[in-house]
């Protein structure tokens, strides 16, 4: 069975550049996740979904990040304009029904913003 | 030995001895623990689980032991190899709420 699937898996894009990273979650998991992951840290949650509908995104700076889950299977996300600072990991994680069942991460996009 | 560098506490441990990795969760609420494996450039792999109503629970060469009195996860691997160089983190939740992720360890593996 494939896992969480992410591309690309390496970005380097100038500042002001806008940029997108693309998940396709475990087959049959309804419950997707966005984190990010800066060097030296643990993941933290940018967003949410459940199915096609985003639960909780209080974590994602929306002035330059957006995301979405159009058919409730794969989902993208945005960042516009980048900045300096938002060089680091995304992590897209998957689970089967609910945010509190096993989250199984795909191999992340390293993003370098310069 | 042990030391902290780039805000990653680092554990430094022979081939073949027995390695405890050890977290301090935050909330005393949280139901369910995870423990992951992260190799560099790839993203965290899950290791081994455990439900607030056990205090151990054993895998393939690893055990979670968990202490919910003083709030306290632990890693054990059994006879450490050098593919197990990795940093780890150990991710909380409380029943259903998103996963909080602790700050990680280093695990080196020396030859």
């Known amino acids: 069975e494939a896992g969480v699937v992410q591309s690309p898996r390496y970005k380097i894009i100038e500042k002001k550049q806008p940029v997108a990273f693309w998940c396709n979650p475990i087959s049959g998991h309804n419950t997707l996740y966005w984190y990010r992951q800066n060097l030296g840290q643990g993941p933290e949650l940018l967003i949410r979904y459940e199915n096609e509908e985003a639960v909780d995104d209080s974590q994602l700076p929306k002035d330059r990040f957006s995301a979405e889950r159009l058919k409730g299977v794969d989902s993208t996300l945005k960042i516009q304009p980048a900045e300096l600072g938002d060089s680091a990991v995304y992590l897209c994680?998957?689970?089967?029904?609910?945010?509190?069942?096993?989250?199984?991460f795909g191999e992340g996009s390293w993003l370098t913003v310069v | 030995g042990e030391s902290v560098g780039l805000h990653l506490p680092t554990l430094s441990v022979q081939e073949g001895d027995n390695s405890i990795i050890n977290c301090a969760y935050s909330n005393s609420a949280s139901d369910y623990f995870i423990w992951y494996k992260q190799e560099s450039g790839k993203g965290p792999q899950f290791i081994i689980d455990?439900?607030?109503?056990?205090d151990k629970r054993q895998g393939q060469r690893v055990t979670v032991l968990l202490n919910k009195t003083v709030k306290h996860l632990s890693l054990q691997i059994a006879a450490t190899q050098p593919g197990d160089s990795a940093v780890y983190f150990c991710?909380?939740?409380?029943?259903?709420?998103?996963?909080?992720f602790g700050p990680g360890t280093r695990l080196s593996v020396l030859p």
């Open positions: 991710a909380e939740n409380n029943y259903g709420q998103n996963f909080v």
């Open positions: 455990i439900r607030s109503n056990m």
């Open positions: 994680a998957s689970s089967f029904a609910g945010a509190g069942n096993t989250i199984y």
